[in-house]
């Protein structure tokens, strides 16, 4: 199982970015999908995530400026990131609950894709 994040890239405050995250394997089936960031020197942190059935949940420091979807049908995980801020500058990670054929779930990690937020 690989989840491929893709989208980061360097934008200046005020700009919007569109982050991807793509479950690919022998997957049976996918529950909660996420993204997490990690500033430099600071802990990893929740920013969103989604239900299998597309509830939501934000981090207070980006409610109204980011907005989490996805695609079962793709098992894919989007964050639409407008209004930018300095403050955005992470690697941002997606994360999934998810169960392959024939085992149990379990958590997956992404490999992170750099989001550069200049003032």
């Known amino acids: 199982v690989q989840l491929q994040a893709s989208g980061g890239g360097l934008v200046q405050a005020g700009g919007s970015l569109r982050l991807s995250c793509a479950a690919s394997?022998?997957?049976?089936?996918?529950?909660?999908m996420g993204w997490y960031r990690q500033a430099p020197g600071k802990q990893r942190e929740l920013v969103a995530v989604?239900?299998?059935?597309?509830?939501?949940n934000y981090a207070d420091s980006v409610k109204g400026r980011f907005t989490i979807s996805r695609d079962n049908a793709k098992n894919t995980v989007y964050l639409q990131m407008n209004s930018l801020k300095p403050e955005d500058t992470a690697v941002y990670y997606c994360?999934?609950?998810?169960?392959?054929?024939?085992?149990?779930?379990?958590?997956?990690w992404g490999q992170g894709t750099k989001v550069t937020v200049s003032s």
């Open positions: 994360n999934a609950d998810l169960r392959i054929r024939l085992g149990p779930t379990e958590n997956y």
């Open positions: 394997g022998s997957i049976f089936s996918i529950n909660d």
């Open positions: 989604i239900s299998k059935r597309g509830s939501t």
